[in-house]
């Protein structure tokens, strides 16, 4: 069992910068593959990038660029930089973990909002 608590959202300005955080707890949960997706009002939920847990990270197309993704694995902690960010950034970011790639992502947090405006 894997518990995933994300943090670090927020109100900023179009162009300012946010790093969010999911701290997770449980049984070998360094191990897990951590993934951030986003959901804007009205619309599906989109995956941004992905980490394994020897660091291995893999984007979304469309955010690369502006989104980094990183993990501090003594503090059970993965991270989502998030630069440039545009009013159509606005969405709750969540966080997931699953156990390799072959799974499905089986963890998720409640998510946070991030507001971004013109």
């Known amino acids: 069992q894997v518990q995933l608590v994300e943090s670090g959202g927020g109100l900023v300005q179009a162009g300012g910068s946010l790093r969010l955080a999911c701290a997770a707890s449980g049984s070998s949960s360094s191990n897990y593959f951590v993934g951030w997706f986003r959901q804007a009002p009205g619309k599906e939920r989109d995956f941004i990038a992905r980490i394994s847990g020897s660091g291995g990270t893999t984007y979304a197309d469309s955010m690369t660029g502006r989104f980094t993704i990183s993990r501090d694995n003594a503090k059970n902690t993965v991270y989502l930089q998030m630069n440039s960010l545009k009013p159509e950034d606005t969405a709750v970011y969540y966080c997931?973990?699953?156990?390799?790639?072959?799974?499905?992502?089986?963890?998720w947090g409640q998510g946070t909002q991030v507001t971004v405006s013109s």
């Open positions: 997931a973990a699953k156990i390799s790639d072959r799974h499905e992502y089986e963890y």
